[in-house]
């Protein structure tokens, strides 16, 4: 049977409002924008994911992390969302990494924060970050790995807060500053405590 008229108008309106709500709209280019009229414009971009620190470890080519470090060694935090270079990155803002051949002269904006609880131990820095090539054990390259290699503090420095030894501290990274508005304060993502480092100081 023929639909009347009115009928067949809101049969028609109702199926392209579901095609509408259907739809999906392709933009390319980063130039792309939405024009309404003459004055509304509708954009859009993306944000990068936090750059986050993972685990820590040994500087890179030794063993695994251990219970308790010696005194004077290194340790290294890896990172999460940290360009593996910083040829391309879009403000100087942007956490990136460095390789041992890299011809840009990236400045450091890494530092190292040691904490003993609550209580500020040492503030190291600036550092880079440095690229870290993963291979498999045939030696093909995997990817990259990104990390800032920060020492621990001296017995002195962690002295004057705590007269604890062995002394457990935790470690935090920034970036851009070590404090203050400007600082962008890197949040540990990995397992629980895994931030934290036993040192051991000798009786000397």
């Known amino acids: 049977a023929k639909l009347p008229k009115t009928m067949r108008t809101v049969t028609l ?3 392209f409002v579901s095609a509408a709500f259907a739809g999906v709209l392709h933009l390319h280019g980063p130039s792309s924008m939405v024009r309404f009229g003459d004055d509304a414009v509708l954009t859009a971009s993306c944000v990068d994911p936090p ?3 993972k685990y820590l470890a040994f500087h890179h080519g030794l063993d695994s992390l251990a219970a308790t470090y010696p005194a004077h060694k290194n340790v290294t935090a890896y990172l999460s969302n940290v360009k593996t270079s910083c040829a391309d990155i879009k403000s100087i803002t942007q956490p990136c990494a460095t390789g041992p051949d890299d011809t840009l002269d990236h400045p450091p904006l890494f530092y190292c ?4 609880g609550a209580q500020s131990v040492d503030v190291d820095g600036p550092y880079k970050a440095t690229r870290y090539e993963v291979r498999a054990s045939a030696g093909e390259l995997m990817g990259f790995n990104t990390g800032v290699t920060c020492p621990l503090p001296e017995k002195a420095e962690v002295a004057t807060v705590t007269g604890a030894n062995p002394v ?7 970036h851009i500053a070590p404090s203050g508005s400007s600082a962008n304060m890197l949040s540990f993502g990995g397992v629980t405590d895994g931030n934290l480092v036993t040192i051991t100081y000798s009786a000397r």
């Open 13 to 15: 309106l109702v199926l």
């Open 51 to 53: 750059a986050t620190v």
């Open 168 to 174: 457990t501290l935790s470690l935090q990274i920034s």
């Open 113 to 116: 924060l040691w904490y003993a």
